[in-house]
C-alpha cells in the first residue's frame, strides 16, 4: 500500500478525511494472503487473515478493506470461523488465542453508505462529474459467493452505481460489469488475461464509456495492462482509463488531482477528466 | 385387573435381525398380568392374525400389547382385529420394535433390551386403558373447492355430477386459470382454449355448482363435515346480474392498462373482460386505475351502459358458507422477475417468460398469433429458449424441477418452427426430463425433424449490444463456450406457489413445505390428503405437474369427497380432551394454546369453566400441558397412563 498503491492510500485517506469517516491503521497488519484457499483443509493459509480479524478485535473496530481481493479473503475467513466448529477450534489451537468470528469486516463502500448515506454524499460534492460517463467494474471477489459475502445482489449489483450517482457521473449500463478480468492468470497466462480484457474493453468502447471504476487493485492492473498489450497488437485503438473509486470520489469532493497519483497508472485518465474542471 | 397378551413380531428380518426375539418373549412373560408372550413371524399377514385372534380366545385375553412396526403402519389392522375378536380397539396398544429401535441400532444386546423396554412400557398402558368408544356427528354433503383452474374445475364436475352442491371459489374475474392463457398443449398440440371451453362452460351452467368468482377465503372454521367458511366476494363495480357482455365500456373507456392476463403484453381497458372466451361473460373494473374510483370523474362507462350496470359504490361482501368438505386447487406462479437478473428478466423487452410466449403465440393475444418481439414488433429469426430459469437451482432456494418446461419449451421451439420456418432455434437444456405418455416420442420428433439445436449447458448472462441480445452459455458436450446474438430470448421460468397459499394454509389449518407448495399427509399413500381430515389437495398448489395429472388428482379429490359423503355421519376418534369440571379453574389457558379452537366456555356452579368440543378436538394435547390445575387429561393418553409407562421405562 505505502510503495505501490499510494493511488489508492492517499485517495482513500484524504476522501475519508472529507467525510468525516475515522480510519485508523490496523497495527501489525499482515498480507491477507490474496486468495481464499479452494481447498477445505488449507488451513495454514487462513492464520494471517485471522490474525488480522483478531487484532480489529482487539482494537474493538470494524475492519474496513478497500481492496475487493482482501475483503473476500477476509470476510470469508471470518464467515468459516463464525459457522464451522471444528475449524475455528483448530484455527485456535495454532493461534492459541480464542476467537469467535465476531468482528465485522466492512467493504469502505458499505462504509460510505452505511456511515454518509447516498443523499449525504450528493451533497457533498464539490466539483460534480456531470457528463462524465462511467460505468463501475465490479470483477467477481466483491459479490460472489454471495451466501458469505453478502454484499450486494450477485448478478445485478447496484452499490457502485448508487455511488457514481451520488457523484454526478453519467452511468452507463455495463453487462460486462461482473465478468472476470483473468485474475492471477496474469502470471502464467497472459493470453486469457488479454482475451478477457478485449471483450470487456470492446463492450466499454461500444457504449461510450470514458472511464471504469473499480476496487480492486488486480482488477485495475490487469485492465491497464490488458489494454496495453492490445493497443500494442493493434486489437483495440481507444484506450478506457481505469480508475479506484476512491480517487473519483476525491476528484469530486475538491481535494484535486495530487492526492490521486496518476503516475501510478499505466493509462493517464488525465485527458478524459481534463474538461471536468 | 386385566389379563393380556404380548404379541412380538419378527418382521422377517427386519426386527430378527438386530433384536432377539426369544428374550423379548421370556423377558416379557413373567410380568403377572401377561398370562400369554409369543412370538410369529409376519403377525400382520392372515396366519398371524388367526393366530392372535385363536390365543385371545383360548386365553380369555381382555387386551393386548402388538410389538412389531410403528403404528402409523399397522396400528389400524390391529385394532381393527381387536374388535373382530370382542375387545375395545383401545385397549390394543402397539410397541415400536421395528422404527425405533431394530432398524435405528446396531447392537443386538442394547437392542434387545431396548426392545424389552419398549414392550414393558406398553403393557402398563394397556393395563391403564379404558375402552373408548368413536362419537359420530353429522355430516354436510356440500364441498368447496378453492381455484377454478383446470384441477378445481375438474374436481367440481366431478362432485357435481355425482349428485353434491358444489361451492367454486375463484380468486380471478374469470375461471380456467392458467390454461386459458396458453395457447397450445403438449403432447398433442391441440388448442388449449378448445379443449378447456368445453369445461368452463359447463362448469358455468352445472344446476349443482355455485361459481364464486373475483372471491377469496378468508376464515374456515369447523372439522371435517361441518366446516364454516367465510368468503370475500370483492366487488366488479358492475351489476353482473345486468351485464350483457356487450362491451360497449371496454370500447369508450379511456384509461389503458396492461392487465396481468396478457403478461404485460396487450393494453387492456381499466374496464375489461380478460379475454373473449372469458366466463362469467362479464366486465370488471380494475380498481387501482379507474379514473372514476380513484378521482371522481369519468364515469364514461356509466353513462353509456345500456343494462345501467356500472354500480361505483359496490363493495366487498363478506358471505358465510357451510360445507362439508374442501378440495384446495390453487395452482402457480412464476418466479418473480428480480430473481432471474443474470437474463435481464424485467429489464430488456425481449427477454420474455414462457408464459408470455404463449401469449405472443395466442390468436387473441397481442400480435393476434404472429411471433413478433415485444419491444420493436420485429419477427425474431435468432430465438433462444432457456431451460430450468431458476428451476434445480439451489442458489436461488429452488432445487426441485418444475416438471413441465423441457417439455411446453419443445413445444414452444416447434411452434415457433411452423410459424417461422427460416428462424433458429437454440435450446439450452439440462436435462431432458420427458416422463410422461408420448411425451419422449413428442421432444425426439422436435429435436430431430425441426432443426433445432438443443445445447446441453446453462447460460451465464443475457444482455443487449447493437439492437441483439448477446447470449453467453456453455455447452457441456463439447466444453465449449458459445455466444450467441439472439432476437428474443425464451425463459422457462421456474414454477412457484401461487400468491397467498401460505396465508390460505393458515386458514385451513394445512401446511406447506419450504418452499411454499402445500404439503400432502403422506408423499405416497396420502397424496392428495392434507394433514386436516376433510382437506383435499390438486394440481400445482401441491407441486409441479402438468395439466393431465392436475385433471387426474382433481378427479381423485373427487372420489375421496365421495367416499366421506356416502357416509350419513362421521366418526371422530375418541382420544380427544376432557375436562375435569370440579378442578377447572376457568383460567381459559388452555384456549389460548388450542391450534383448532377446540375450548368452549360453560357455566358450571356459578362458575365460567373450559369445554372441550370433541368434534374439533384433534388430541394433539397442548391443552392438557397448559392447564395449571391439571384439570384436563387427553383421553387414551392420560396423565396416568403416562406415568405408568415413565415408571415401566425407568424404574422396572
Known sequence: MHNQSQSFRDSTISTARELEIELEELPDWYCCGAVYPLRSEDLISLLSPTRNLMGAKKEGKELVTLCSACYQVLKRTNYLILNDADKREKLNNYLEEKYDGSTKVLHFLEVIRKDVGWEELKSKVKTSLTGLKAAPYYGCLLLRPQKELVFDHPENPTIFENFLQSLGCDIVDFPYKTECCGAYLGITEEKVINSAVLKIIQGANKRGIEVLITSCPLCLYNLEAGQKELMKSGHISKPVPVLYFTQLLALALGLGVDVCHFEEHQINPLPVLERLK | ?652
Open chain 2, 1 to 652: 385387573m386385566r389379563n393380556i397378551g404380548v404379541f412380538v413380531c419378527w418382521c422377517g428380518l427386519n426386527i430378527s435381525r438386530t433384536v432377539d426375539i426369544k428374550r423379548v418373549v421370556e423377558e416379557t412373560s413373567s410380568h403377572p398380568q401377561v398370562i400369554c408372550s409369543t412370538d410369529y413371524k409376519y403377525l400382520c399377514s392372515e396366519p398371524g392374525q388367526k393366530l392372535i385372534k385363536e390365543i385371545v380366545k383360548e386365553k380369555g385375553l381382555e387386551g393386548y400389547v402388538i410389538a412389531a412396526c410403528s403404528p402409523g403402519m399397522h396400528e389400524t389392522t390391529f385394532r381393527e382385529l381387536a374388535s373382530r375378536c370382542e375387545i375395545n380397539p383401545y385397549l390394543c396398544e402397539m410397541a415400536n420394535i421395528r422404527e425405533q429401535c431394530s432398524w435405528v441400532h446396531e447392537d443386538r444386546e442394547e437392542a434387545t433390551g431396548k426392545a424389552i423396554k419398549l414392550v414393558n412400557m406398553a403393557i402398563e398402558k394397556v393395563l391403564h386403558n379404558e375402552p373408548l368408544y368413536p362419537e359420530s356427528f353429522p355430516l354436510n354433503k356440500r364441498a368447496m373447492v378453492i381455484g377454478a383452474g383446470v384441477a378445481g374445475m375438474q374436481a367440481a364436475l366431478d362432485i357435481a355430477d355425482a349428485g353434491y352442491e358444489v361451492l367454486l371459489v375463484e380468486k380471478r374475474p374469470f375461471i380456467g386459470g392458467h390454461m386459458t392463457q396458453l395457447s397450445e398443449t403438449f403432447p398433442t398440440l391441440d388448442c388449449a382454449q378448445c379443449i378447456l371451453t368445453p369445461k368452463t362452460a359447463e362448469v358455468a351452467r352445472h344446476p349443482r355448482i355455485t361459481l364464486m368468482p373475483y372471491s377469496e377465503v378468508e376464515e374456515v372454521k369447523g372439522y371435517v363435515g361441518n366446516f364454516e367458511a367465510v368468503i370475500r366476494r370483492k366487488a366488479t363495480f358492475v351489476d353482473w346480474n345486468k351485464c350483457t357482455g356487450c362491451a360497449i365500456c371496454i370500447e369508450k373507456c379511456p384509461k389503458k392498462i396492461y392487465p396481468e392476463f396478457e403478461c404485460g403484453l396487450k393494453e387492456g381497458k381499466s374496464i375489461d373482460m380478460a379475454f373473449p372466451q372469458a366466463v362469467p361473460y362479464k366486465v370488471f373494473i380494475n380498481k387501482e386505475s379507474c379514473i372514476f374510483l380513484n378521482q371522481g370523474k369519468c364515469g364514461v362507462c356509466a353513462k353509456l351502459c345500456p343494462e345501467e350496470a356500472i354500480d361505483f359504490q359496490q363493495q366487498d361482501q363478506l358471505v358465510k358458507e357451510k360445507i362439508g368438505a374442501i378440495i384446495v386447487a390453487t395452482g402457480y406462479d412464476l418466479i418473480d422477475k428480480s430473481e432471474l437478473a443474470e437474463f435481464g428478466y424485467g429489464k430488456y423487452k425481449d427477454v420474455i417468460d414462457g408464459m408470455q410466449f404463449e401469449r405472443i403465440n395466442s390468436s387473441s393475444g397481442p400480435f393476434s398469433g404472429v411471433i413478433r418481439r415485444p419491444s420493436d414488433g420485429k419477427i425474431p429469426k435468432e430465438i433462444v429458449f432457456i431451460q430450468c430459469a431458476g428451476s434445480r437451482d439451489r442458489e436461488k432456494g429452488k432445487p426441485y424441477c418444475s416438471k413441465i418446461c423441457c417439455m411446453y419449451t419443445a413445444k414452444q421451439a416447434r411452434l415457433y418452427k411452423h410459424k417461422v420456418p427460416d428462424g433458429q432455434v437454440y435450446v439450452f437444456y439440462m436435462d431432458i426430463r420427458a416422463g410422461g405418455k408420448g411425451y419422449e416420442e413428442f421432444i425426439y420428433r422436435s429435436v430431430e425433424e425441426s432443426g433445432m439445436l438443443y445445447l446441453r449447458g446453462q447460460v451465464s448472462r443475457v444482455f443487449e449490444e447493437d439492437g441483439k441480445l448477446i447470449v453467453w452459455g456453455m455447452d457441456t458436450l463439447s466444453g465449449k463456450k458459445i455466444e450467441i446474438n439472439a432476437d428474443m430470448v425464451v425463459l422457462a421460468s421456474a414454477i412457484v406457489p401461487s400468491n397467498g397459499v401460505k396465508e390460505l394454509a393458515n386458514i385451513l389449518k394445512i401446511t406447506t413445505d419450504e418452499h411454499g407448495f402445500i404439503q400432502e399427509a403422506h408423499p405416497k399413500l396420502k397424496p392428495i390428503e392434507c394433514m386436516t381430515r376433510g382437506v383435499y389437495l390438486a394440481g400445482c398448489g401441491h407441486a409441479p405437474k402438468d395439466i393431465a395429472e392436475s385433471v387426474a388428482q382433481g378427479s381423485a379429490t373427487a372420489s375421496k369427497v365421495f367416499s366421506l359423503f356416502s357416509r350419513n355421519s362421521v366418526l371422530a376418534e375418541p382420544t380427544v380432551s376432557i375436562v375435569n369440571k370440579d378442578e377447572c379453574s376457568g383460567c381459559l389457558s388452555c384456549e389460548t394454546v388450542c391450534p383448532y379452537q377446540a375450548i368452549e366456555k360453560e357455566n358450571y356452579r356459578g362458575k365460567v369453566i373450559a369445554k372441550v368440543n370433541s368434534a374439533l378436538c384433534q388430541g394433539c394435547g397442548s391443552c392438557t400441558v397448559a392447564c395449571r390445575s391439571g384439570a384436563i387429561d387427553l383421553r387414551g393418553y392420560t396423565n396416568q397412563q403416562i406415568m405408568a409407562e415413565l415408571e415401566a421405562l425407568l424404574w422396572k
